[in-house]
Structures are given as C-alpha cells and as structure tokens.
C-alpha cells in the first residue's frame, strides 16, 4: 500500500514502490524511483533523477535531485542515488551529477542533518554521519564511516577518508586521512581517532599500528614519499595500513595538517 497525502503532487510516471508514505504538499516528479517502506513527509520535492533506496527518512523541505549549481551543466540526464536505511534531516539539498560523472551519491545508513547541502559530482560513503549545516562542495568524496561536525565547510575535491571525525565549525580545504581526528583553524592533524575506532570494535594493537603509520605521515624528518616507504616495509600486510596507503595515493590536495 502507497500512503500519498491529498495535497502532494505525485507524477504517475514515478516509480514508487510498496508501503511507501509521501507526506503533506511533498512534490514527485517523473524520473523518479522510491524504495520500499521510504517516508517523505511534507513540503519535500523529489526532483528527476532521484533514486532512493529502502526505508529512507526524509524530513519536511529537502530538495532531492536538484540541477547542480554548476555553469557548465546544460541539463544533461544525471542521478542521485541515496542508499538504504538513510534519513535526510529538514531543508537538507542534494544536487544530481553533471556530465563529470552522471551522479551524485549518498550511501547506507547515513545521517544527513539539517540545512546540509551535499553538491554536483559528490559521494558520500555508507555510515557516514553529516552534522548540521555541513556544506559539501562538487567533487567530494566522504568514505565509509566518517563523522564531520557542525557548520563545517569542505572544499570542491577534496577527500575525507574512512573512520575519520572532523570537529564542527571548520575549513576542509585538504584532504582528511582515514582514522584521523581533524580540528582546529587551520586544519590540523589531532591524532588517531581511538575512541570512534574503540567503538567501533578495532582491535587495540589496530589502532597501536594506526598510531605508528601516523607517526611516520605527520613525523617533520620525513616527507609522505618517504613515510609511504616506511609503512609499506613496517606494516605491508596490514589491512588498515592498505586502506591508508591507497589514500595516499590518490590524494591530490595535499594531506590536512602536514
């Protein structure tokens, strides 16, 4: 059964799936596809090229699947994919892909609070958590499990890595390494991120290796050529020390604090 208020404008076009509910004066447009068990409340509009996954939450006035702030988008057919078990948080906006990449993307069970803006071309990993008012420039990428706090802005390309936490009210205009801390104006390196990673059932000799892989990135006798070269002899075959050694190889906006 499809619950759909009187006063929402629903296009017969839209691919709705069971037990969905679309709330009060809520806009869907044609080019649409909605999860099973998803709940839009009122005042939200769900623009073309919106995919939502399975019970997802959407509050009252979020703007889903928005053309993408981008002057060179000249409306060509683009998506954004929001994964299951999502909820977006009041007057959230997350603009669809240009022809960069065709999407944009939020993951599994993620938290997006109010007035976040999630832009063109940017994904978003699965847990991630988005505090209010985080603005995420084209471009971005936020991997899995990631926590970035209140208020805080991240430059277009920039890169958040796994199991990071950024503090609230801050400039991301380099990329964040995975398992980090991340605070301060500037930005700064704060350490590893123990209590999340302790939380999150990391073993303690994990998170003894993750402090010693940082203490080589962010040592001032070494540059991250040089560190790359210590982790890989020191600790190669270490899960966690592939996942940052892969970071560092993609990274193109130098690393946050170094």
Do not use: W
């Not at 703007?63 to 993408?68: F, T």
């Not at 071309?121 to 471009?139: C, M, R, S």
């Not at 939380?199 to 080589?216: A, H, M, W």
């Amino acid at each position: 059964m499809i619950n759909i208020h009187p006063t929402a404008i629903v296009s017969s076009k839209a691919k709705i799936s069971d037990n969905v509910s679309i709330g009060a004066f809520s806009i869907v447009n044609d080019d649409v596809e909605i999860g099973e068990g998803t709940v839009i409340h009122s005042h939200a509009v769900i623009y073309n090229g919106a995919r939502i996954g399975k019970n997802v939450k959407i509050f009252q006035g979020a703007s889903i699947a928005n053309v993408p702030q981008d002057l060179s988008f000249a409306n060509e057919f683009s998506v954004f994919e929001i994964g299951d078990n999502t909820t977006i948080r009041e007057y959230v906006t997350l603009h669809r892909g240009t022809k960069s990449t065709g999407m944009s993307k939020v993951g599994k069970n993620c938290l997006i609070m109010a007035y976040t803006h999630v832009a063109h071309d940017t994904f978003v990993g699965d847990n991630v958590i988005l505090a209010n008012v985080v603005q995420l420039a084209g471009h971005v990428e936020v991997h899995d499990n990631a926590i970035i706090g209140g208020m805080t802005a991240v430059h277009q390309f920039c890169k958040v890595g796994a199991h990071s936490m950024t503090g609230a009210g801050f400039k991301v205009s380099q990329d964040v390494p995975p398992f980090i801390l991340a605070a301060d104006e500037p930005l700064n390196f704060h350490g590893v991120n123990q209590i999340g990673l302790r939380r999150r059932g990391f073993k303690v000799e994990d998170i003894v290796t993750l402090k010693k892989i940082y203490g080589y990135i962010y040592s001032k006798s070494l540059n991250v050529s040089q560190a790359k070269i210590k982790i890989l002899e020191e600790f190669g075959d270490n899960e966690y020390a592939k996942i940052v050694l892969e970071f560092l190889e993609k990274s193109k906006r130098g690393l946050t604090g170094k």
